[in-house]
């Protein structure tokens, strides 16, 4: 017996660790895999019996440069933890842990409950100071070593990625040949996908705009399938965000080689994040321009990077992709005090603010401005600009629509194809199959029938998009395009014209707008920089805080037209019908509409209390003018006002009454001789079959028409004898309407 092996090491387990790095090394290093299970007749030879010596070989085909894993290694350091091993073998000391951390927790945890450790070429005691050091520098060497396999390795291949020989795996959209060269997939419907991706983008400026169009128009996306081949190495699936994103910054599809995008070159420091340090070139380790066929230029690519880069809403501030909001300058607006971006809050209304020296350094807010005035003056400045290209975008905007018709149309076409392709292959294995073979006919059946119900689902899908979306444009819809195109305004304007739609126009000629508002008290200085890198000033009037307590110019404008033929509570209908309201988005009565006309000094030819016994503007007249008129008293008036014999108007509350007196009323109340067809009140009721109230109910709803006829001394009162609504109801819309 070896003289470090004591009878306290032979009462507990000998364990052998196999271990092998790949399983290449498994399956073809068959020689090493043997000497290491040959260790267990080893450990008998110490002296360990067979029943108390465990092979540990489940970490076969895994590397040792980590413990993270490698649940072998870990049922290892657990039992010698536990105090239940004597001793552990091992071919070498490379097979337990290429990292010093891992293998000294091995040697001290050894070392604690004196478990010896023996190699190929010695036994070893961690307890001893000689052998500790030795087992050491072998864990050290073992370390040395991965680390210059794996230099050589990464050099040679950091070498070749230099030439741009180094093959990695191609985006969707690419094929390797044989030869290694890379040619474009040939599937056309793949290479029409991802143009029309960067089409898109190009027009929408942003990716979830990318992946709302393929949304609408039902396309799919191609995805790779990796280590495939024919037409089975690519799938279609429904667009994704990341899908489209990835295409969009991938450089492969602008012709370059690029490696190290991700993981620096030996040697080199990690840098930052594309478009932060001013471009790809300066971030990746390797880029060759011009290696494969191109989807798009390379300045087109970096044109995308940086539109990217600016849609992303983070720190540094950038402009952001366009959004719904309802501030039309969010992203492009900057604090003529800091410089800073100004932000964008809704309370509720949007304002323009420059807190972020607050939020940063606890510094006063530099300014803050509502965003409604200086979207206003903006958008004027910007519709002037451009009056003279408005014929320009009409022909730009039918030329794009009849070209995405035309994609549209074309892809749908493709899909067809590969649907039908798909179901004559699924037909051609089905007819090769034995008919007796049942086992086998069944499933490819049910493969055919699969092929073709997708075929059925997409023809109708395609019926459905010529109905709505390819559809070609008629002469109706070319003019109407340019009358809109001609009419930015109008367009600008219309419901269908969304907030983000707007942004996008204005950032086509506005590069930034910035804003001073502390310099001028009362003023806001806008000063708008163009895409040309000319500069205009404009000067916009800030709101005070009593606005909301003003009118709007159109509706004061609107009070003084209807002032002159229209009394307030006539006015207020009229503007609730106009759909106008309050600054408090209330609805329009008398009373406001009686308190704006005084506070702006609007004068009114309808009054609802007399200024004087004229007539208004409408035509109504005091119940004092009516008496003279008649020669009778005010109070037979306003009675007759209230029996419906005279049309009155009168407001709610204590308010004047107003009376309608025509020449035929005052024919018709003040009559001399008999007319045909009126009868005294108690002969007509004898004659239509009613009472003498149901008379008067008639003749104060509108339906008889009364007349007043002098007989000798006295007056009397005589009422249209014909059938009920034989004639046309007398005109009583001026009512009180309480």
């Known amino acids: 017996m070896h003289p470090k092996i004591t009878l306290d090491h032979l009462a507990r387990q000998a364990i052998v660790y196999v271990r092998q790095s790949s399983l290449k090394q498994v399956l073809e290093n068959t020689e090493s895999t043997e000497r290491q299970y040959a260790l267990a007749q080893k450990a008998a030879d110490y002296g360990w019996p067979a029943a108390q010596i465990v092979v540990i070989d489940e970490d076969q085909g895994r590397s040792a ?129 991802i143009r029309t991706i960067f089409e898109q983008f190009q027009l929408l400026g942003s990716t979830p705009a990318v992946l709302r169009y393929f949304r609408d128009h039902q396309l799919p996306m191609p995805r790779s399938v990796l280590g495939a081949t024919g037409p089975e190495h690519v799938v279609w699936k429904t667009a994704t965000y990341e899908a489209i994103y990835l295409i969009l910054t991938n450089p492969t599809y602008a012709g370059a080689y690029a490696y190290g995008r991700r993981k620096p070159a030996p040697g080199q420091r990690r840098r930052s994040a594309v478009g932060a340090t001013g471009g790809p ?109 408005q014929l320009e975008t009409a022909l730009q905007a039918l030329e794009q629509l009849d070209q995405e018709r035309q994609q549209l149309e074309h892809l749908w076409q493709q899909q067809l194809a590969r649907a039908r392709y798909e179901a004559e292959r699924a037909q051609r294995q089905y007819d090769r199959v034995e008919p007796e073979n049942r086992l086998v006919a069944c499933e490819l059946e049910r493969r055919w029938n699969v092929a073709l119900a997708e075929v059925q689902r997409q023809e109708r899908a395609y019926a459905q998009a010529r109905q709505q979306q390819l559809q070609p444009l008629s002469e109706a819809d070319r003019s109407l395009i340019r009358s809109l195109a001609t009419d930015l305004p109008g367009l600008w304007q219309a419901e269908t014209t969304t907030p983000a739609e707007r942004k996008r126009l204005v950032r086509c000629l506005i590069r930034d707008v910035t804003l001073d508002g502390v310099s001028q008290p009362g003023q806001i200085v806008v000063h708008v920089g163009w895409q040309t890198g000319a500069t205009t000033t404009l000067s916009v009037r800030r709101p005070r805080a009593s606005d909301h307590l003003e009118t709007d110019a159109a509706i004061l404008e609107r009070m003084r037209q209807l002032a002159v033929d229209h009394d307030d509570g006539q006015i207020a209908e009229q503007l609730n019908a106009e759909q106008y309201q309050t600054r408090w988005g209330k609805a329009w009565n008398y009373q406001r509409v009686h308190a704006v006309r005084l506070r702006h000094h609007i004068p009114s030819a309808c009054p609802i209390v007399p200024l004087n016994e004229a007539a208004r503007g409408d035509g109504l007249i005091p119940v004092r003018t009516a008496a003279r008129l008649l020669n009778i008293s005010p109070s037979a008036i306003a009675a007759w006002a209230r029996a419906g014999i005279l049309a009155k108007q009168q407001q709610p509350g204590h308010n004047p009454v107003w009376v309608r007196v025509g020449a035929e009323d005052v024919q018709r109340l003040t009559a001399e001789s008999p007319q045909p067809g009126y009868e005294r009140l108690g002969q007509a009721a004898k004659t239509l079959g009613v009472t003498q109230a149901q008379l008067w109910d008639e003749v104060k709803s509108g339906q008889r028409t009364i007349r007043r006829m002098r007989q000798g001394q006295h007056w009397e009162w005589q009422v249209e004898a014909s059938p009920a609504n034989a004639h046309t109801a007398r005109h009583n819309s001026e009512d009180a309407s309480a």
């Open 65 to 193: 440069a980590s413990a993270v894993n490698r649940s072998g290694f870990q049922q290892l350091v657990s039992a010698v933890g536990l105090g239940q091993v004597g001793l552990v073998l091992a071919l070498e000391i490379s097979r337990f842990a290429r990292a010093q951390s891992d293998w000294y927790r091995v040697l001290e945890l050894a070392a604690i409950y004196h478990t010896l450790i023996a190699d190929e070429d010695g036994l070893y005691d961690p307890q001893d100071h000689n052998d500790r050091l030795l087992l050491g520098l072998k864990g050290t060497l073992s370390e040395a070593e991965l680390w210059t396999l794996r230099s050589r390795l990464q050099g040679g291949r950091w070498n070749k990625a230099r030439k741009g020989e180094l093959a990695y795996s191609l985006p969707v959209g690419y094929v390797r040949e044989p030869d290694g060269r890379v040619e474009l997939d040939p599937d056309q419907q793949v290479q029409t996908t």
């Open 281 to 389: 070139e300066e971030a990746w380790a390797v880029l060759i321009p011009d290696v494969y066929p191109a989807y798009l230029t390379w300045a087109a690519y970096l044109d995308n990077q940086r539109r990217l880069a600016a849609n992303r809403s983070c720190f540094p501030a950038a402009s952001g992709a366009p959004r719904q909001g309802e501030a039309l300058l969010t992203g492009i607006a900057i604090c003529g005090q800091c410089g800073r971006h100004l932000a964008v809050t809704y309370n509720p209304n949007a304002w323009y603010t420059g807190g972020r020296a607050k939020q940063r350094y606890a510094e006063p807010r530099c300014q803050s401005c509502k965003a409604t005035p200086v979207d206003q003056a903006v958008t004027e400045l910007f519709l002037q600009a451009v009056q003279p290209a």
